[in-house]
Protein backbone atom coordinates (compact mmCIF):
# COMPACT_ATOMS: atom_id res chain seq x y z
CA UNK A 1 0.00 0.00 0.00
CA UNK A 2 1.61 3.21 -1.08
CA UNK A 3 1.73 6.21 1.13
CA UNK A 4 1.96 9.91 -0.27
CA UNK A 5 4.36 11.73 0.71
CA UNK A 6 3.28 15.16 2.77
CA UNK A 7 2.80 18.02 1.00
CA UNK A 8 3.51 21.58 2.20
CA UNK A 9 0.93 23.77 3.23
CA UNK A 10 2.32 27.22 1.69
CA UNK A 11 0.44 28.60 -0.95
CA UNK A 12 1.74 27.95 -4.45
CA UNK A 13 2.32 32.02 -4.68
CA UNK A 14 5.07 31.86 -1.60
CA UNK A 15 7.15 28.49 -3.02
CA UNK A 16 7.33 30.26 -6.28
CA UNK A 17 5.81 27.32 -8.07
CA UNK A 18 3.73 26.99 -11.31
CA UNK A 19 -0.09 26.52 -10.31
CA UNK A 20 -0.81 22.79 -10.22
CA UNK A 21 -3.87 20.68 -10.92
CA UNK A 22 -5.95 20.81 -7.54
CA UNK A 23 -5.18 17.68 -5.68
CA UNK A 24 -7.27 14.96 -5.34
CA UNK A 25 -10.11 15.02 -2.91
CA UNK A 26 -10.90 12.82 0.32
CA UNK A 27 -13.51 10.74 -1.60
CA UNK A 28 -10.86 9.96 -4.18
CA UNK A 29 -7.70 8.62 -1.64
CA UNK A 30 -10.79 6.32 0.03
CA UNK A 31 -11.24 4.51 -3.20
CA UNK A 32 -7.55 4.09 -3.55
CA UNK A 33 -6.99 2.98 -0.60
CA UNK A 34 -9.56 0.47 -0.75
CA UNK A 35 -9.31 -0.39 -4.23
CA UNK A 36 -5.79 -1.37 -2.96
CA UNK A 37 -7.06 -3.08 0.23
CA UNK A 38 -9.26 -5.34 -2.51
CA UNK A 39 -5.81 -5.90 -4.72
CA UNK A 40 -3.88 -7.05 -1.60
CA UNK A 41 -6.97 -9.68 -0.28
CA UNK A 42 -7.43 -11.00 -3.88
CA UNK A 43 -3.85 -11.55 -3.92
CA UNK A 44 -4.16 -13.42 -0.61
CA UNK A 45 -7.39 -15.43 -2.17
CA UNK A 46 -5.28 -16.42 -5.32
CA UNK A 47 -2.41 -17.80 -3.33
CA UNK A 48 -4.09 -19.27 -1.31
CA UNK A 49 -6.62 -21.05 -4.23
CA UNK A 50 -3.45 -22.10 -5.40
CA UNK A 51 -1.76 -24.11 -2.66
CA UNK A 52 -5.32 -25.74 -1.48
CA UNK A 53 -5.54 -27.12 -5.65
CA UNK A 54 -2.24 -28.55 -5.40
CA UNK A 55 -0.47 -25.63 -7.72
CA UNK A 56 3.09 -24.94 -7.84
CA UNK A 57 3.10 -22.11 -5.26
CA UNK A 58 5.42 -21.70 -1.97
CA UNK A 59 4.21 -21.79 1.19
CA UNK A 60 6.17 -19.17 2.58
CA UNK A 61 4.68 -16.96 -0.27
CA UNK A 62 1.43 -17.95 0.89
CA UNK A 63 1.74 -16.94 4.52
CA UNK A 64 3.45 -13.38 3.70
CA UNK A 65 0.12 -12.66 1.39
CA UNK A 66 -2.36 -13.95 3.95
CA UNK A 67 -0.56 -11.89 6.74
CA UNK A 68 -0.07 -8.96 4.72
CA UNK A 69 -3.64 -8.83 4.33
CA UNK A 70 -4.34 -8.97 7.75
CA UNK A 71 -2.28 -6.21 8.38
CA UNK A 72 -3.93 -4.45 5.72
CA UNK A 73 -7.50 -4.93 6.99
CA UNK A 74 -6.18 -4.03 10.71
CA UNK A 75 -4.95 -1.27 9.11
CA UNK A 76 -8.26 -0.06 7.31
CA UNK A 77 -10.27 -1.05 10.61
CA UNK A 78 -8.40 1.14 13.11
CA UNK A 79 -8.65 4.24 10.32
CA UNK A 80 -12.35 3.79 10.27
CA UNK A 81 -12.21 3.64 14.33
CA UNK A 82 -10.10 6.59 14.28
CA UNK A 83 -12.05 8.43 11.70
CA UNK A 84 -15.89 7.88 13.36
CA UNK A 85 -14.47 9.00 16.67
CA UNK A 86 -13.32 12.31 15.07
CA UNK A 87 -17.00 12.21 13.33
CA UNK A 88 -18.79 12.01 16.88
CA UNK A 89 -16.37 14.16 18.73
CA UNK A 90 -17.33 16.79 15.68
CA UNK A 91 -20.59 16.00 16.10
CA UNK A 92 -20.70 16.55 19.45
CA UNK A 93 -19.27 20.38 19.15
CA UNK A 94 -21.01 22.68 20.79
CA UNK A 95 -21.32 26.09 18.35
Do not use: C, W
Not at 30 to 57: E, F, H, P, Y
Not at 75 to 89: D, F, G
Request: aromatic fraction near 4%; charged fraction near 20%; glycine fraction near 6%.
Amino acid sequence: MDIAPIQSQLPLAQTGAKTAAPAAGFADLLGRALGQLQAISDNADQKVNALATGQDVELHDVMLAVEAESLAISLATQVRTKAVEAYQEIFRMQI
